[in-house]
């Protein structure tokens, strides 16, 4: 089984800047991650892509945050980063972190999506 723990939402004026992380754990250990990447959902809208690094390495961003955002990664930790800049009200959601991962407990392996438990981020005029 696979966790992944999310820090770094909170309030912010216009303008500034906040770095959201998110590690993936596992009860045993973690063998490929294929996907991983941020979502979020503002009251009364539908969840979206942030940004994201593909199965192939490469990455996606919404283009609402082109330009502003920047993820990255560090393998060593299972950790991807969300660097915000430039922030808007209009980035002001809930912010969910989602991987594909395999992991194996010495048995059996697992794969599937993961979501954290979402991280707020309030961006005040």
């Known amino acids: 089984q696979v966790q992944l723990v999310e820090s770094g939402g909170g309030l912010v004026q216009s303008g500034g800047s906040l770095r959201l992380s998110c590690a993936a754990t596992?009860?045993?250990?973690?063998?490929?991650?294929?996907?991983m990447g941020w979502y979020r959902q503002a009251p009364g809208k539908q969840r979206e892509l942030v940004a994201r690094?593909?199965?192939?390495?490469?990455?996606n961003y919404a283009d609402s945050v082109k330009g502003r955002f920047t993820i990255s990664r560090d393998d060593a930790k299972n950790t991807v980063y969300l660097q915000m800049n430039s922030l808007k009200p209009e980035d002001t959601a809930d912010y969910y972190c989602n991987a594909e991962i395999m992991s194996t407990n010495g048995i059996r392996y697992f794969r599937g999506p993961y979501w954290g438990q979402g991280t707020q981020v309030t961006v005040s005029s």
């Open positions: 596992a009860s045993g250990n973690i063998v490929s991650i294929y996907t």
């Open positions: 690094f593909t199965s192939g390495g490469s990455t």
